[in-house]
């Protein structure tokens, strides 16, 4: 014969079932809300971490692209240059005096020794950039980076670009004493020249630029300046074979934050 549980003995679990219920019912609402607020405040602190590693990221990027471009530019960028754009442009009527007596040959031998400065210059410069490059305080990295795939020469020539500039006339004035000699040479042989031709009764010809080294100095900058940017413009957009991590990846305009 099977016994039937009584009522009295069902009462206890069912009462002990509810309070255990209520139990979890009320640690819910009072624990719930916090756990979900520290769950969003993780969240938070974890996207922030990621934007400022980010932004760190893009501006060692931005330095190491102007390292490299300066680094990458070839010692002969000048070596098409010619004569016509070597010579102050006050002087340039000396490529009509072809009556001067070896003058034409004089200035070939000066073209060369100015290419060959230039071409020093260049191999140079790279290490003189180093300080300004370190020093380039970047604000808004990434801001800077979606200006245009040159902001970073553009940054660099806007903060530091008159001392660049003197270093360029200092280096060039170490380089260029040759070339000033044979300018000299060149000047002197021109002035006894127009000088005859006052005698004889010929229009006095115009007067030559006395030191070409200014005008040396402004076109060897801008050369190096344009070819830093195209440089520049190089690295970031050409797909780099090393993949993850490449100034390439990097510096892409486009990568999420």
Not at 41 to 65: F, I, K, N, P, Y
């Amino acid at each position: 014969m099977k016994i039937k549980p009584s009522a009295q003995k069902q009462t206890p679990n069912r009462s002990y079932a509810r309070k255990f219920c209520d139990g979890i019912v009320d640690f819910m609402k009072r624990y719930i809300p916090l756990l979900l607020l520290l769950v969003l405040l993780t969240g938070c602190a974890t996207t922030q971490g990621q934007q400022e590693d980010r932004t760190e990221q893009v501006r060692s990027a931005l330095l190491e692209v102007l390292m490299i471009a300066s680094e990458s530019i070839e010692a002969n960028l000048h070596a098409d240059f010619q004569l016509s754009q070597l010579l102050p442009p006050d002087s340039v009527d000396l490529l009509q005096q072809t009556q001067i007596p070896r003058l034409q040959e004089h200035l070939e031998i000066w073209k060369q020794q100015v290419l060959l400065s230039f071409r020093k210059a260049t191999l140079e410069l790279p290490e003189l950039l180093v300080p300004y490059i370190n020093n380039l305080t970047i604000e808004d990295p990434i801001a800077i980076m979606k200006e245009s795939n040159s902001s970073a020469s553009d940054l660099l020539v806007e903060r530091y670009g008159q001392e660049i500039y003197e270093e360029i006339q200092n280096l060039l004035s170490l380089h260029l004493t040759e070339s000033m000699q044979t300018w000299d040479f060149i000047r002197d042989r021109y002035s006894i020249w127009v000088e005859g031709m006052v005698l004889l009764g010929k229009p006095r010809l115009s007067d030559i630029d006395e030191n070409p080294s200014f005008h040396l100095s402004l076109l060897f900058a801008q050369t190096f300046a344009e070819q830093l940017t195209k440089e520049e413009i190089y690295l970031r957009t050409t797909p780099d074979f090393q993949g993850t991590g490449s100034l390439y990846e990097t510096l892409q305009q486009d990568t999420p934050l």
